[in-house]
């Protein structure tokens, strides 16, 4: 089971699209139209933000990075550029399907949390900084997001501000709060090293999370997709353009307050990353199943994307900004 999880974790982008043909299959071949998922979505929302919450060692925060020009320009790009991108992409390329443009919206208005630590430990980059600003980051959502999402989706969709607002906040301090006494538990009983070995699983499991919201969403809306497939296209290229955009505002942001590169990946990962698990449990809970639909693209073409930035233009942006720091 464990090698499992770790497996899941490492390769979660090819999971989600094995997933996602099979959802397709499933809601072809039977009659899951009608079903309510609202209780499986509930149950895949606590399994994929409670084990990311638990792994979160939210205590560092005040021993991690101090670095505060840094941080609050990463929180700006991650909040308030990501979601004018998103409005652009929603207004233009996705103009005319308000289910799927409003799933562009919900990627712009809610920032990447614990996966931009990880990422940020895989690009080199300063991982105390990446702490700091997925907690600060984490804690503003409930605050911010349901203003940003009323603002940008109110006119295509009807939304209640105060029930986005109320979610939001339970689905990030519940599982903040039993996280945080799971964690103090392990660790008094077991001790440190023994939470650090087990840490390592915690991803694998929030997956099944998304797995299941994906299978799920996926299948009720497959007849009406495959009868349409040209929203497979302008899914993929609305959630490319907007990966493409964020990625260029950012590097040009990064040389313009001369930011070095361990610091200035972060600022790029910051704006282009978002939140797998919030913004799935957000749309399966909220909204209706084409805007599920079209955040199943987003673990997949995410994960590649980032790949492909760290790996094959890291170099590039390594030379481009430097190791200059911003003070």
């Keep these: 089971m464990k090698g499992l999880l770790l497996h899941i974790k490492r390769r979660l982008y090819l999971y989600v699209a094995v997933d996602f043909v099979l959802a397709l299959l499933a ?80 990627v712009g208005a809610i920032p990447c949390s614990n996966m931009l630590i990880g990422w940020s430990g895989i690009a080199d980059a300063s991982v105390e900084d990446a702490l700091v600003i997925a907690v600060v980051g984490l804690l503003l959502t409930p605050i911010l997001s349901p203003i940003i999402i009323r603002l940008s989706g109110g006119p295509l969709l009807p939304i209640d501000t105060k029930q986005l607002a109320l979610n939001l906040l339970a689905y990030i301090t519940v599982p903040l709060v039993f996280g945080y006494f799971t964690r103090r538990e392990i660790i008094r009983k077991k001790g440190m090293p023994y939470f650090m070995e087990i840490k390592q699983y915690f991803p694998g499991v929030s997956a099944i999370g998304i797995l299941m919201i994906v299978f799920f969403s996926v299948a009720k809306v497959a007849s009406k997709v495959m009868r349409h497939p040209v929203v497979f296209l302008l899914v993929a290229v609305g959630l490319f353009v907007y990966y493409v955009v964020q990625t260029t505002l950012a590097l040009l942001a990064a040389k313009l307050f001369e ?27 909220m909204f209706g199943s084409m805007t599920v639909f079209a955040l199943s693209f987003k673990p997949m073409l995410q994960v590649l994307y980032i790949m492909f930035l760290i790996y094959a233009l890291g170099p590039h942006i390594r030379r481009f900004l430097g190791e200059r720091e911003l003070g």
């Design 259 to 285: 930011v070095g590169y361990s610091q200035g990946m972060i600022l790029i990962l910051g704006a282009t990353a978002s939140s797998q698990a919030i913004s799935l449990a957000l749309a399966a809970t």
């Design 27 to 106: 809601g072809l071949y039977f009659n899951v139209q009608q079903m309510n998922i609202k209780t499986i979505s509930i149950l895949a929302i606590f399994l994929m933000l409670y084990p990311m919450l638990t792994g979160m060692v939210v205590e560092r925060v005040k021993r991690a990075g101090r670095n505060y020009r840094l941080i609050a320009l990463t929180l700006t790009f991650a909040f308030f550029v990501a979601s004018g991108t998103a409005y652009v992409i929603s207004r233009t390329i996705l103009a005319g399907y308000p289910e799927l443009a409003l799933g562009i919206i919900l």
